[in-house]
């Protein structure tokens, strides 16, 4: 059985590449890297390192051509600032509830889509990808909840007669629970980018650079890329 | 409110556009063209026609790369041949159900996905296409099965927190139906292209060919194209 696992060069998508790493072996993995236009090169450049690092089969796919419409602040094509605090404090002043500004139009539909008809041409029946349970929390990212997951890969396995299906094996897990996994794993987490600023170092006040700080210190360690 | 409708060029898509038009106005309506990496580019110059009898905003989408691993007989980089036979014909020969060789690896979830994320950027709130009863006889073309169809629309309400959904006006209507209901809104057919393959002329001998003689005829009247 081969697998394909979304690696956006992140600790999320890092981990799943570990999960199925271990369960599948190396020859039986293929890591795709998705471009969707985003303010910078940095993940892309990370997500080689890893898949190098794992000596898994490894391919880019640009689909930032869907998103040249949208005005997502996480888009290079859009003049707005990427918000420097908090999901929490975003999702407070959303009143408990609503789509983050990073939100980027139905990009996890598209993602698997892709990766799905991908890995059927590459003869892989599954694909991988990181959703967690804080990427849910007030619904920030609605392609993130366990109802767009089980709908999703609905899909996919009515859409290819059952060739097909997705694996999503953190998506009961916080943040924390994702880096716990992965430090057992050996996951090289050293190489991973989460900040959604391009800079020569994470901004460490975005939203991700604040999460991905506090599942470090929940595990009791540095992390490693700083 | 906003609908985007996927433009093949073909009958389902156009008739599908008739009835967006009829009940949104042309004003509301935008039109979608994705170029997959088919043989031939006569659907993409017939849909420029069709959006153009509207007067619909008209857009153009690429997604030829996604399938660039594939080996479809539908796809310019393939060097199977398209089959000249019936449906019917080719299921029989699959023993009674199956995919054919003409489906491309879940094409309709990757076109679905990408038009539900171009639409929110353009503040549309619908997806309009054009699947109908007989795509899927014998599971044939599993992206286009009732299953398939309420997974994906589910899918895309969860994962856009319901900003967006599908329309499937033809999903129980067969072919001969499907130019009917187009035929009393005065579709123009004249326009549409159907064959497979990018000759001067259809062929009439692939299964899509096929199947749209008989519509016609189920209907008594001339294919106005021919």
């Not at 089969?57 to 888009?75: A, G, M, P, R, T």
């Not at 959604?196 to 360690?221: L, M």
């Amino acid at each position: 059985m081969k697998v394909t696992v979304l690696l956006s060069g992140g600790i999320d998508s890092t981990t799943c590449l570990a999960l199925a790493v271990e369960e599948f072996g190396a020859d039986n993995v293929i890591a795709l890297n998705m471009h969707y236009g985003q303010k910078h090169e940095k993940e892309c450049l990370c997500a080689r390192k890893i898949a190098d690092y794992y000596k898994v089969k490894y391919y880019e796919h640009d689909i930032s051509s869907v998103f040249k419409y949208s005005n997502c602040s996480l888009l290079a094509t859009s003049e707005k600032e990427i918000k420097h605090e908090s999901y929490a404090k975003q999702l407070e002043e959303l009143g408990g509830e609503g789509t983050v500004e990073t939100y980027v139009p139905f990009r996890n539909g598209v993602m698997l889509s892709i990766a799905s008809a991908i890995a059927l041409s590459l003869e892989a029946g599954q694909v991988y990808y990181g959703a967690h349970a804080d990427d849910r929390a007030g619904r920030a990212y609605p392609d993130c909840t366990v109802e767009f997951f089980a709908s999703m890969n609905q899909a996919v396995q009515e859409g290819t007669s059952g060739m097909c299906c997705l694996k999503a094996p953190l998506l009961y897990m916080n943040k924390a629970e994702v880096v716990k996994t992965g430090l057992g794993l050996k996951a090289p987490y050293k190489y991973t980018w989460s900040c959604y600023e391009g800079s020569e170092k994470p901004c460490g006040t975005c939203g991700t650079c604040i999460d991905r700080a506090n599942a470090f210190k929940a595990n009791g360690i540095e992390d490693p890329a700083l």
